[in-house]
């Protein structure tokens, strides 16, 4: 079955290492300073030219409180009305964009993420989603995918009917954590009883898909109390389930260091946790799709695995990867043919880029042949476990052993591990590999330096 997965320890202390999650090849880590807003307007030009479909990214940074896990591009403040500044400029930035962008581009995908986009006020999201569909061609009969990332705190049953009567037909839900205690030693207090309001209110309102986030190694967590948050979580039946490790970098993020790391949970703990929450997930019914995601059997991302048409880019899995992706706000990336852009990371620089009639850009990347090569290959990987080396022989007239030749000892040592199976066609990721399919990508990646497995007790996906 293509959702299988064999749980091996010995396997994941040997071949876990901090990697990519590989919502891109090269990833954001490559990017650098030489690709400008004039690269977006070349490659936005391309894109009406070939009347290429679109994706929407919008980044909201707002949040009333602080999660001190976040590891997100957000502006912690009381005060509402420092929305109102940001969203003039994104307006401004939204008509910069579109009038680079033909009438016949349909938008088949739009995401609101943040920080928290419902702190935003109704009358604001109101206007946002007014001005997207002056300037862009929003695809209007319920058939796209419209997404919002929801905060059950800074929701309620009138701000879902908004939503859904503004054209929004998915809602990601942000659980993380139930446990009172968890929450009180991460500051997100959320009661059961807020996020079973915004699942009822979105079941009654027809939104098409619900997905809920949980987080592992939380500070005071244990296997029994996240096993019981799955429990919980599984009750409420959404279609998608995404199990994220929380990793620790208190140097690199600053909220970070007021989470207490003596109540971090064990490496042992946090094994515990991951393998019994796929249990119960796979036990209800839910497929593994890969990294941390989970979705029921009818779920359009478990579907278009099955067909082999699942795709991966900056929003997550995805069925809409033939998409030019097009990120609007602060931090926000763009994707657009072979050409990646990233927006500045400051709401201050990002506004003043904006008011000097400039886009935001300030970093990105070009992809040459050898990045596209690799990213057809670890995207296969990532999202259906198997790889014909035909297909990419095909696609860039290359031999595919020989071009990978460095990389096969490597990959026969996976093999003879039981992580891959590897013939003279093609690689295919082992049951008991599938946890570990970023570490059998990170092969293919020439960013990174080449690592042989080691005995140290990382976590997945850390």
């Known amino acids: 079955m293509l959702d299988a997965i064999r749980w091996d320890t010995d396997l994941i202390r040997l071949y876990d290492q901090p990697g990519p999650r590989y919502t891109s090849y090269p990833t954001a880590s490559q990017f650098n300073g030489d690709v400008s807003s004039f690269d977006l307007l070349h490659a936005l030009r391309e894109s009406r030219q070939a009347s290429r479909p679109l994706s929407l990214y919008i980044h909201l940074p707002f949040c009333a409180n602080a999660c001190y896990y976040c590891a997100r591009n957000k502006v912690i403040t009381k005060d509402r009305g420092r929305t109102l500044p940001y969203l003039e400029r994104l307006e401004k930035e939204i008509e910069m964009i579109a009038c680079h962008l033909g009438a016949d581009q349909v938008v088949q995908q739009l995401h609101l993420g943040g920080g928290t986009p419902t702190f935003l006020s109704h009358d604001e999201l109101r206007r946002l989603m007014a001005h997207l569909r002056t300037n862009f061609h929003l695809q209007d009969d319920d058939h796209g995918d419209f997404s919002i990332e929801i905060d059950p705190r800074e929701a309620d049953w009138s701000t879902m009917g908004l939503l859904r009567e503004l054209g929004f037909n998915r809602a990601s839900i942000g659980v993380q954590a139930l446990d009172l ?172 880029s904006i008011d000097h009639d400039q886009l935001a850009t300030t970093r990105g990347l070009r992809c040459n042949d050898d990045d596209r090569i690799r990213g057809m290959v670890i995207q296969r990987l990532i999202c259906d476990f198997e790889l014909s080396f035909e297909v990419v022989e095909r696609s860039f007239g290359i031999d595919f052993r020989h071009y990978f030749q460095d990389i096969w000892p490597n990959l026969e040592r996976m093999q003879a591990d039981d992580l891959i199976e590897l013939t003279d066609t093609s690689l295919s990721i082992r049951p008991a590999g599938r946890l570990l399919a970023h570490a059998i990508c990170m092969q293919f990646d020439q960013y990174l330096p080449m690592q042989a497995p080691c005995n140290g007790s990382r976590i997945v996906y850390a």
């Open 181 to 352: 205690d968890v929450q009180r030693a991460v500051n997100r207090l959320q009661t059961l009883e807020q996020t079973q309001t915004i699942i009822e209110a979105a079941r009654t309102l027809q939104y098409r898909s619900l997905n809920i986030d949980l987080i592992y190694g939380l500070p005071l967590q244990t296997p029994e109390r996240f096993e019981g948050a799955v429990k919980a979580m599984i009750d409420l039946q959404p279609d998608r389930l995404s199990i994220f490790n929380y990793r620790h970098q208190p140097e690199r993020y600053m909220l970070q260091r007021r989470i207490n790391p003596t109540e971090l949970p064990s490496t042992t703990d946090k094994l515990a946790m991951l393998q019994r929450s796929i249990e119960q997930l796979t036990d209800a019914g839910y497929r593994y799709i890969g990294m941390d995601h989970f979705a029921l059997p009818d779920d359009e991302l478990a579907m278009a695995q099955e067909d082999g048409t699942l795709q991966r880019n900056f929003q997550g899995y995805t069925t809409h990867g033939h998409c030019d992706l097009i990120g609007l706000g602060v931090s926000a990336i763009s994707q657009v043919g072979n050409v990646y852009c990233q927006n500045a990371s400051d709401v201050t620089l990002y506004q003043q």
